[in-house]
């Protein structure tokens, strides 16, 4: 392996200058990193660990909490706030890698890696979520902002520094991620759905996000427009399952066929629908 320099710069402005100067990675947790360069997937000429910089908390305001640059899923999980506010999130956390990784490893940093197995970038999609860019100040959506597999907008002197996620308060929730073995395993198909329902049953709104089965994180807000104002229903979500399968085109690897995954985006829906309602 080639020598790596390592600074550990303790302002916003020394980052973006060494980064843009440089062939450069960040390191916080460095979980999915140091996999990387091991793998020579990233063979960096630079290492800037995050970590120099002053730690912020997770706050929440307008119904919203921003999460900066640094806190650990592990922080997220103690956070009695965060678990009251976002308990589908907390459950998503809890099946990402083992308590040692979660330890280490950062919500931002599985942004900022982009993979559409990511567990925790799946809730970005269904809960408004925003990232903030330093030093120029943006404020992106999350599907803007991840244009595809390790893929996202930034521009050599920028960097994530927090993420926003918006409060769903009144909605049940579903997630489900399917692997070979456990939490351990990168996913072969995830899902999320939030749904919030009037007194008649009927659907006031719902969010519907798919990971694995394509570039990006999936969610398509035209049938989700289409379920509005419907009684819940096991037709219904069959037929909204017809609906996903025939816009997601997966792809076949090494975890699972095409196939397999097509079948699934449809077989995790009608999961969904009888466990939201229990």
């Known amino acids: 392996m080639k020598e790596i320099k390592y600074f550990k710069p303790k302002t916003i402005e020394e980052i973006s200058k060494i980064k843009s100067e440089n062939d450069a990675r960040l390191l916080s947790g460095g979980t999915d990193l140091m996999v990387k360069m091991r793998a020579e997937i990233f063979n960096p000429e630079v290492i800037i660990d995050t970590k120099g910089l002053e730690k912020e908390e997770v706050k929440f305001y307008n119904g919203r909490v921003r999460i900066p640059i640094n806190t650990t899923y592990d922080e997220l999980i103690k956070n009695e706030e965060f678990n009251k506010r976002f308990p589908m999130i907390v459950e998503i956390i809890k099946k990402i890698g083992s308590p040692q990784i979660r330890n280490r490893a950062t919500p931002i940093g599985n942004i900022a890696n982009a993979s559409p197995a990511g567990d925790f970038l799946l809730s970005m999609y269904l809960f408004d979520g925003n990232v903030e860019i330093k030093p120029s100040n943006k404020i992106m959506k999350i ?96 037929e909204m399952g017809e609906e996903y399968m025939k816009v997601i085109n997966p792809i076949t690897d090494v975890r699972a066929t095409a196939e397999y995954r097509k079948k699934m985006v449809k077989n995790l829906l009608i999961k969904a629908y009888y466990e939201l309602i229990k």
């Open 143 to 238: 599907s803007h902002f991840v244009t595809g597999p390790g893929k996202i907008k930034l521009k050599n002197d920028e960097f994530i520094y927090s993420i926003e996620l918006k409060e769903m308060e009144g909605y049940k929730y579903y997630y489900e991620k399917v692997g070979k073995r456990n939490a351990m395993n990168i996913s072969i198909i995830s899902i999320g759905v939030l749904l919030k329902t009037d007194n008649d049953g009927k659907i006031e709104d719902i969010k519907v996000a798919y990971g694995s089965v394509g570039p990006t994180v999936e969610r398509f807000e035209e049938i989700e427009e289409k379920m509005k104002g419907q009684k819940v229903s096991k037709e219904l979500f069959e």
